[in-house]
T-cell receptor, first 116, second 113 residues
Framework: GAVVSQHPSWVICKSGTSVKIECRSLDFQATTMFWYRQFPKQSLMLMATSNEGSKATYEQGVEKDKFLINHASLTLSTLTVTSAHPEDSSFYIC????????????FGPGTRLTVT | QQQVKQSPQSLIVQKGGISIINCAYENTAFDYFPWYQQFPGKGPALLIAIRPDVSEKKEGRFTISFNKSAKQFSLHIMDSQPGDSATYFCAASMDSGNTPLVFGKGTRLSVIA
């Protein structure tokens, strides 16, 4: 149990285009989902926290107009990178906190974004 | 206050040996301490976690030791295997996990035969 999926697993896009990444909790309901960014050989950097049905809370320095987050249901959150640029190339990982065991957080497999 | 300091940055252990990774925190409001294992190109996987009301938790070959007074916790991997080679992150959270996790910088473990 406690499986989180992400789609796509990798994506290459051209500079200036937008990319949407989906995060789904497959076998549990998630009250909260988190989006992280991870650079090679570095730790996870929290970008935003999203609760179902409400606006996401962004960390300092993260542009909310560039990284659009929608938490449409208790099992789905999406991250849209708008007008992507090469510096947005990174490994994006979502995580979901279980509704029934709120302290446990499970991560998706990540999405490798490359902007050319 | 929000930081979790993790050491060592990298670790090489012989197969069958014990791997020990340490973390320290400052914020006494932290009350949930998980460890995650991450393989290259994959998302972190929850390995084991502890709450401050116990000093030790063991699951298979993995043990967390927790020292509340010293504000330190550590991960011990017994009988380390090459398949354990990965990056390990400690983390901490407040309010019974209702706040975002604060991660350590990670430890790259290599288990050699």
């Amino acid at each position: 149990g406690a499986v989180v999926s992400q789609h796509p697993s990798w994506v290459i896009c051209k500079s200036g285009t937008s990319v949407k990444i989906e995060c789904r909790s497959l076998d549990f309901q998630a009250t909260t989902m988190f989006w992280y960014r991870q650079f090679p050989k570095q730790s996870l950097m929290l970008m935003a926290t999203s609760n179902e049905g409400s606006k996401a809370t962004y960390e300092q320095g993260v542009e909310k107009d560039k990284f659009l987050i929608n938490h449409a249901s208790l099992t789905l959150s999406t991250l849209t990178v708008t007008s992507a640029h090469p510096e947005d190339s990174s490994f994006y990982i979502c995580s979901a906190r279980r509704r029934d065991r709120s302290y446990e957080q499970y991560f998706g497999p990540g999405t490798r974004l490359t902007v050319t | 206050q929000q930081q979790v300091k993790q050491s060592p940055q990298s670790l090489i252990v012989q197969k069958g040996g014990i791997s020990i990774i340490n973390c320290a925190y400052e914020n006494t409001a932290f009350d949930y301490f998980p460890w995650y294992q991450q393989f290259p190109g994959k998302g972190p996987a929850l390995l084991i976690a502890i709450r401050p009301d116990v000093s030790e938790k063991k699951e298979g070959r993995f043990t967390i030791s927790f020292n509340k007074s010293a504000k330190q916790f550590s991960l011990h991997i017994m009988d380390s295997q090459p398949g354990d080679s990965a990056t390990y992150f400690c983390a901490a959270s407040m309010d019974s996990g209702n706040t975002p996790l604060v991660f350590g910088k990670g430890t790259r473990l290599s288990v050699i035969a």
